[in-house]
């Protein structure tokens, strides 16, 4: 039914000043790839990202099931936003429309509540794809980091013809204590994107869901 589902919430989006999004990138897999940041982007609350805000639409819309829900009630107070009448007259006038298909109130809050679950779903699902990419970008490289040290205390030990290979090792873990680095950066950003994207779907969807419990009664 809905050629793009983004359009139900992108003027809720708009209307926050949201940033632009960055370029997307995949890993050959699929899996959405850490975005490149600066140290200054480590703060803060993450950015609002067309990528992750795309997957939480394509995990709402896959789970839309025929007849009148949630987001036909939401498309029908889109339209409404375009008439000038208050909150409660265009949640009262989109429920007026959703009774004549069959709807009622408890059933929206119930369908809007299945895609809040939704996007809960979606978070566990990327806290564990976060927690992989922690263990494969920074924790290996935090064990190698850790053997090449010890290799270092042993061969201060040695001879002074060991000296050389010693100074090989050192700039070795410069070089994996900057990837370590450079890596953090990168996962801390992506999750604080994905929060930021889910925030606002589920936020919106949080404040439907207390308009209807007061104005459809």
Known sequence: MFKNIKSLFIVEEDEQGKQKEQPRQKTPTGTPKPEPATTAETGGQGQVTQEFTEILFKAMEQA??????????KQSLQSLKKMAMDDAT???????????MGATGEQLRQSAQSYLNILKNEEQKFAQAVDNQRSKLIGNRQS???????????????????????ESHKKQVAQLQQEMSEATVKVE????NFIASYNVLAGQIETDVQNMQQYLK
Do not use: C, H, V, W
């Open 64 to 73: 839309n099931p025929p007849g009148f829900d949630y987001l036909e009630f």
């Open 90 to 100: 265009r949640y009262q006038s989109a429920f007026a429309m959703a009774q004549t």
């Open 144 to 166: 190698e980091i850790g053997q090449l040290e010890q290799i270092i205390q042993s061969k201060s030990e040695q001879i002074k013809r060991l000296n050389e290979e010693i």
């Open 189 to 192: 950003t992506t999750q604080r």
